[in-house]
């Protein structure tokens, strides 16, 4: 009798690491990955902290010349950590039933109104002092930042190191870049839809991951991809027909007038 034929390597790496997977459909590098997640966690600082950079400027704007880059620097570093701690906390939460759920759903509703929200809404008083310039940074950087973490922490995939990583890296950009930053997205729209979309991603692997779906049955194996697309899509379709619709608006204004 003929030997029986053994399977290739490709197939037996693909059967014992990614069970359930097509043999041509193999598992993107680590390095790739890790890439991604960091890449994610910047940006989507990056987006949703234009407003913070602006309050940064505005109360340390009454301060001295020289104390001036001194107190953005302390306020921005003592935002970044609070958002750290806060985004830490939110990560070790995210084990409680449902609560995977409820931060993908807030996650995808702050990608659908990223598009549509206008900078420089939020208004801080100048601050005469170093200490109340710095305290009034960190009070509304808390304020304005708990939606934000949830964000964050989804991006991260429960890592504390890639959020400390990723926060840390992306703090000099919003200090010191967030008015070329801004002018960026308002000069090229799809960055933020890109940032959107991004977050639709993050938010539909969060929800795919609460561990309601495993114990109910519905889903027997990971299926954050395939939710991740899921709201990646949906994200996209929504900010394209609340744009439409806008648009639409306004040119019947326009008509009217």
Not at 10 to 25: F, I, N
Not at 213 to 236: D, H, N, Q, Y
């Amino acid at each position: 009798m003929g030997k029986r034929a053994q399977p290739s390597r490709r197939t037996q790496d693909v059967r014992g690491e990614a069970p359930g997977l097509s043999p041509w459909m193999e598992p993107m590098p680590d390095s790739l990955i890790l890439g991604w997640n960091i890449f994610e966690i910047v940006w989507i600082n990056i987006l949703l902290s234009g407003d913070n950079a602006i309050l940064i400027a505005l109360a340390c704007r009454g301060l001295p010349q020289e104390r001036r880059r001194l107190g953005v620097i302390l306020g921005a570093l003592g935002a970044v950590a609070l958002r750290i701690a806060f985004t830490l906390v939110i990560v070790n939460l995210l084990g409680v039933p449902y609560l995977r759920i409820f931060g993908g759903l807030l996650v995808i509703f702050i990608a659908i109104k990223l598009p549509f929200e206008e900078a420089g809404g939020k208004e801080i008083d100048a601050k005469q002092t170093l200490f109340s310039a710095v305290t009034s940074i960190i009070v509304a950087d808390a304020v304005m930042s708990l939606d934000n973490v949830f964000a964050i922490a989804a991006a991260a995939h429960d890592s504390m190191s890639l959020i400390v990583f990723g926060l840390a890296l992306s703090a000099p950009l919003v200090m010191f870049g967030a008015g070329f930053l801004m002018s960026l997205m308002e000069r090229f729209p799809i960055l933020v839809w890109g940032g959107a979309a991004i977050l639709g991603w993050a938010g539909g692997e969060l929800i795919a991951g609460d561990a309601f779906w495993v114990r109910s049955g519905l889903i027997t194996e990971p299926r954050e991809g395939t939710l991740g697309a899921a709201g990646c899509a949906f994200v996209l379709l929504v900010v394209a027909a609340m744009s439409y619709y806008k648009f639409s608006q306004s040119k019947r204004k326009q008509g009217v007038s």
